[in-house]
């Protein structure tokens, strides 16, 4: 037989991904350190950093190295470094395209419930599911206000699309498993006519108060305390925010979920959804992958799901018209109607 011409089969692959977990360490290393928000004021050498940060020079030397690597810093002939246009726009911490919030959380919330994953996979369940409030509350207390800047763009996308400049009359919003609050302050901001009920278990809807006041609309919100199948939704809402809370509930609970919100829009209502969605087939695209699989370590059935899984379910719920929005997130938003 002719020799192959496929390229040769390397162990290189596999060798980056036992180093994997690297890059989000260091960039948390950074973050904590104030790398990134010091060299926002221009480029330093490594022990005008450390003078700033008050970090250990052997420490900032080996991150900042390889960061460079990364491509998340540049190092010049006169050994300054520098921020990239990537890192100054997502990773300075006090500039409103911040994402850095979850990397925050990787060595104290993150990692050391993947550290069980070999077991989990053995028996299909975590020891403490986050999506139960006796276990997940104050893992979320301490999460929800650092993810904010993640959804706060795809907040304003729907914002712009549902429109609320239009008409005199009051628009209630119900914001589900409000979190941080991002879905209703961006609504709320778009028009002065929305009015805004926030949904979360108690330990979290005070992060929720903390942020709608930062953004001075205290006067906009109402709070409702509990779990979202047992919580009194009221009635006539004309929108309702699912904002990444499906994967968390699985299957089951999320059909119910969406079945409650129907009951609880007004005729002509629109519900909104975010997820970090899959294709039909799951195999891909790899953040939703990897998502699943964050699901599987933290919670007690959630999962991620694919648009058309997702569509199924609000049909059967009774919406219409079911179609997706273009967001700046990883996935488009989902938008469905009560007729």
Not at 190 to 211: C, M, Q, Y
Not at 246 to 258: D, V
């Amino acid at each position: 037989m002719p020799p192959s011409s496929a390229s040769p089969v390397t162990p290189e692959r596999i060798q980056q991904f036992a180093w994997g977990y690297v890059p989000s360490f260091v960039l948390e290393a950074a973050m904590h350190n104030r790398v990134f928000d010091v060299l926002d004021a221009g480029a330093k050498t490594l022990a005008e950093v450390q003078a700033a940060t008050g970090a250990s020079t052997r420490g900032l030397r080996a991150i900042m190295n390889a960061l460079v690597g990364l491509g998340l810093l540049a190092k010049n002939a006169e050994d300054l470094y520098a921020l990239t246009p990537e890192s100054s726009t997502f990773l300075v911490s006090f500039k409103p395209g911040f994402m850095g919030g979850l990397i925050l959380h990787t060595s104290s919330q993150l990692v050391p419930k993947w550290l069980h994953l070999s077991k989990i996979v053995a028996t299909g369940k975590p020891d403490a599911p986050v999506n139960q409030e006796a276990t997940g509350g104050d893992f979320f207390h301490q999460f929800v206000a650092d993810i904010f800047p993640m959804s706060y763009p795809s907040a304003q996308t729907l914002a712009r699309t549902l429109n609320f400049n239009q008409g005199e009359k009051p628009v209630s919003v119900l914001d589900l498993a409000a979190g941080s609050g991002v879905w209703g302050i961006a609504l709320a901001q778009s028009s002065e006519r929305v009015h805004v009920t926030a949904v979360d278990w108690p330990e979290v809807l005070p992060v929720t108060r903390s942020t709608v006041d930062r953004f001075n609309l205290k006067d906009r919100f109402t709070y409702v305390a509990g779990d979202l199948l047992s919580a009194d939704f009221g009635k006539e809402h004309a929108v309702a925010t699912l904002g990444h809370i499906l994967h968390s509930e699985g299957a089951e609970r999320s059909r119910k979920l969406l079945a409650k919100v129907f009951d609880a829009l007004a005729s002509g209502g629109t519900i909104a959804i975010a997820e970090f969605l899959v294709d039909a087939s799951r195999t891909g695209p790899l953040t939703g992958l990897f998502f699943a699989v964050n699901m599987l370590v933290n919670t007690d059935c959630g999962d991620t799901y694919s648009f058309e899984e997702i569509a199924g379910w609000l049909t059967e719920a009774g919406y219409v018209n079911t179609r997706t929005v273009a967001s700046p997130g990883p996935s488009p938003l989902i938008l469905a109607d009560k007729p």
